[in-house]
Every structure is written in structure tokens, then in C-alpha cells.
């Protein structure tokens, strides 16, 4: 006789990473039904490495071990941002290209967030600073959150960000009526506990 899983609750794992050449951070929330559960966060150190090659060999295999640990379903990341040095955007992009490896080696998909969209999902103001986005994580997740982690508070509200703009999609209900996708109602139907 088969179980039936119809009445299971839906569960997903997300990897979020703040990639970084000094300091990267990282994040491992669960989703059961609507429900956001913090796993795991830290960051990687990588100021004692003194190539470059080999800190991206550090971020390269503890994404790796993270991904062997939790089994993530999906991997948000942050979108390398152009600052006033190039050669530090070009630093940076090849830290996430290495972090996004680790994901493709294990043929997790990745989905990349602008800081201002990580920042707007999270606090409502794309121009918000660490401290607040670490701020409105603890109420989301009702938890007190490291203050010295800010690169892994990052991570946390990359993989918060994704769950919301994942299930901003439409419900199937709502894929049937014709609603636009991603549009606001759906996010609002979606999201009740998020409106206030």
C-alpha cells in the first residue's frame, strides 16, 4: 500500500551567499509551507590567504562542503556590485563565479540579487544599512541573529530574499484565472503575513 505524501507539508532548502575576497558569508534557511527556518550561517575569513587563488580555492570547497551537508535546493547570491576600483569588482566577480561552481557541480540552480533587491525584500528600503537588514532578519526569523556576522546576516536575508520572490510567483489557482506572474497580487496572496 502507498503512503500518501498529497497532505505533506513542502519543504525547501536554500543556500544564500555573500560572496567576498576578505570576509564572504553564508546562509542555509529551510521553508516548511510558509515558515522560514534558520539552519546555519557564518562567514569564510579569507585576510589569511595571500593569493588570490587561494582564497578562491577556501570559498570553491566550503561552499562545496555546505552544499554535501545540507543539500540545498536552490542557491541565491548576490550580484557583484561596480564600485570605484575595478580591479576589485573583478576580484569579486571571480568569487562568485567560484561559489556558483560549487552549485553547478551539483546541478543546484542559482538565482542572482542586485543588493538593492536583497536590501528592499528584506527591510522595504533598497538603501538600507547591514545593521538594519540584520535588525528586520531577527523579527522575520524571531531570533537573535551574531552582530559581529554582518557578511553572514547578508547571506541570510540573500536566501530570505529568494523565498519571497519565489513565492511571489502565482499559485496554481491563480496561474488558472490568468494572473500575471510575479505580479502584486499574488505576492499578497501569497505573502499574507507580510502585509500589514
Given at each position: ?16 551567499v ?14 516548511i ?42 542557491m ?56 538594519q ?6 523579527s522575520?526569523l ?32 491563480a496561474?488558472?484565472?490568468?494572473a ?8 499578497v ?8
Amino acid at each position: 500500500m502507498q503512503k500518501d505524501l498529497s497532505n505533506q507539508p513542502t519543504e525547501k532548502i536554500i543556500l544564500g551567499v555573500d560572496p567576498g575576497t576578505r570576509i564572504a558569508g553564508y546562509a542555509i534557511i529551510r521553508i516548511i509551507e510558509h515558515r522560514i527556518e534558520l539552519l546555519q550561517y557564518g562567514v569564510l575569513k579569507l585576510d589569511k590567504y595571500n593569493s588570490h587563488e587561494l582564497k578562491l580555492k577556501k570559498i570553491f570547497d566550503r561552499i562545496t562542503q555546505i552544499i554535501e551537508e545540507f543539500l540545498p535546493d536552490e542557491m541565491a547570491i548576490e550580484d557583484p556590485f561596480y564600485g570605484k576600483n575595478p580591479q576589485s569588482m573583478l576580484k569579486l566577480g571571480r568569487a562568485q563565479g567560484v561559489a556558483m561552481a560549487a552549485a553547478l557541480n551539483r546541478s543546484i540552480p542559482i538565482v542572482e540579487y542586485s543588493p538593492k533587491t536583497v536590501k528592499m525584500s528584506v527591510t522595504g528600503s533598497g538603501s538600507a544599512s547591514k545593521e538594519q537588514v540584520a535588525y528586520m532578519l531577527e523579527s522575520i526569523l524571531k531570533q537573535k541573529l551574531e552582530a559581529e556576522y554582518l557578511d553572514a546576516t547578508d547571506a541570510v536575508a540573500i536566501a530570505i530574499c529568494h523565498h519571497y520572490h519565489a513565492t511571489a510567483l502565482p499559485s496554481a489557482a491563480a496561474k488558472k484565472k490568468g494572473a500575471k506572474k510575479g505580479g502584486w497580487s499574488a505576492f499578497v496572496s501569497e505573502n499574507p503575513n507580510r502585509i500589514k
